[in-house]
């Protein structure tokens, strides 16, 4: 049974998709570099540290080019010759984080409003959320390719709260990198780090005051 607002302790869930409704990102990105001959943190350290990959990735979360073309030039980067559904094939074993999605669903089924705010790593050829079976959960979708902006950008958090119609003390952020929480903390939303424990669950269904039975 759904409660009423009043009951609740936070009326929106915004959550993060890769750390948050993942599970196996690093690893299954470290066995992918390895099966191509490459050293483990070579996808990583290509997106995140080289120059030019930075600029390539940041250019993809906003919407500036398209996951072909990011496929495309990254193989290069990383001396694959293979650039077919690049980013589909070094997710290839990322899993759904079970426990998180059923927290979503039994958020949504106390009646909190649930809220998808996620830097986009495209959606053509290889779109994650349908891939690992989440899009039905949101009532608000944000995706930092539709918008043309990404996190940490504050004017991204002001789109979700607007599209939630919620003032930020009425809702929970979830990410597992800290700078984004950042912003979301400056906008009064509250924030939980996903950093990898084990008591994130309890620690949401605590904060939430999810009722008994719905996990």
């Known amino acids: 049974m759904t409660r009423r607002d009043e ?44 120059p030019e990959g930075r600029e390539l990735y940041k250019a993809l979360e906003s ?6 073309e990011w496929n495309r030039r990254t193989a290069a980067l990383l001396g694959v010759a293979d650039h077919q559904n690049l980013m589909g094939r070094a997710w290839d074993t990322v899993r759904p984080a079970m426990g998180m999605i059923t927290l979503a669903r039994a958020a949504r089924q106390a009646g909190c409003s649930v809220a998808l705010l996620s830097n986009s790593f495209g959606l053509d050829p290889y779109d994650p959320y349908r891939q690992l079976g989440v899009w039905d959960l949101f009532d608000v979708t944000v995706i930092s390719e539709h918008e043309g902006i990404a996190k940490p950008d504050p004017a991204i ?5 607007d599209r939630l119609g919620l003032p930020g003390s009425a809702c929970v952020f979830v990410d597992d990198r800290l700078d984004n929480l950042v912003p979301a903390a400056a906008l009064g939303i509250t924030t939980v780090h996903a950093d990898g424990r084990d008591t994130i669950l309890a620690h949401l269904t605590q904060l939430l005051r999810l009722p008994a039975g719905l996990l």
């Open 63 to 68: 919407g500036r080019m398209t996951q072909t």
């Open 7 to 50: 009951d609740l302790p936070f009326q929106g869930l915004i959550l993060d998709f890769a750390g948050v409704l993942t599970e196996g990102v690093d690893s299954a990105h470290r066995s992918w570099c390895q099966a191509q001959g490459l050293a483990e943190s070579a996808w990583e350290t290509t997106l995140e540290d080289h």
């Open 157 to 161: 958090y002001r789109i979700v709260l």
